[in-house]
Every structure is written in structure tokens, then in C-alpha cells.
Nanobody, 121 residues
Framework: QVQLVESGGGLVQPGGSLRLSCTAS????????MGWYRQAPGKERELVAD???????NYGDPVKGRFTISRDNAKDTVYLQMNSLKPEDTAVYYCKAEVMPSYGATYQPYWGRGTQVTVSS
């Protein structure tokens, strides 16, 4: 089994910054993409950013220029640096990883439980 544990959420004022972390553990042979999604109340879950093991990166349009994703492959950890936060960034942020649990198996998606980010004055 694979577990993803997020940390770093909280309450921040508009214009502030937060850094999220997500670490994968368990039965892991290889991880392809790791990334972040978010879901605000009454809205669908949307991509924030993801990055492949070869550092190819994709950002959702609302966060381009403000958020930065990075990875430490040796630690199976992905980070999300969020700057210039806006009230509309308020959401539960979920970590996602595409994991190959053993050699020759297929990549499967795994999700963390989410961490709340609230941007408010």
C-alpha cells in the first residue's frame, strides 16, 4: 500500500505565502508524476501543478507565476510554494502521485487526504 501525507496548510492573509509538502511512503518502486490539486466548496477538483520524474512541469492557469512546484525524488516528496495568495486560492489541497508499487507493475494514482488552505484577512 502507498500513503501520501500532506502538510503545511493553514490560514494566511491575502498576499502572503505558504509552502505545502507531500511525502509518499509504503510499497514504492517508482514514482512518475507528483502534483497538487485543489477543491473549493461547490467546485470541482482542479489541477494546481504537477511534475514528472524528469522535471516536466504543468501549472493550472489561475496559479501561473505565483506558485512553484518542486520535487525531491530521493525523499519521494513534492513541494508547492505558494506566493501572492488570494482569497480565491482558498481550498483543500490534495497531493497526487502516480506510483509503480513493484517492478513491472503499472503506475497507479494515489491521493492524500488533503490539507486546508484558507486565504483571508
Amino acid at each position: 500500500q502507498v500513503q501520501l501525507v500532506e502538510s503545511g496548510g493553514g490560514l494566511v492573509q491575502p498576499g502572503g505565502s505558504l509552502r505545502l509538502s507531500c511525502t509518499a511512503s509504503g510499497t514504492i518502486f517508482s514514482i512518475n508524476a507528483m502534483g497538487w490539486y485543489r477543491q473549493a466548496p461547490g467546485k470541482e477538483r482542479e489541477l494546481v501543478a504537477d511534475q514528472t520524474s524528469s522535471r516536466l512541469t504543468n501549472y493550472g492557469d489561475p496559479v501561473k507565476g505565483r506558485f512553484t512546484i518542486s520535487r525531491d525524488n530521493a525523499k519521494d516528496t513534492v513541494y508547492l510554494q505558494m506566493n501572492s495568495l488570494k482569497p480565491e486560492d482558498t481550498a483543500v489541497y490534495y497531493c497526487k502521485a502516480e506510483v509503480m508499487p513493484s517492478y513491472g507493475a503499472t503506475y497507479q494514482p494515489y491521493w492524500g487526504r488533503g490539507t486546508q488552505v484558507t486565504v483571508s484577512s
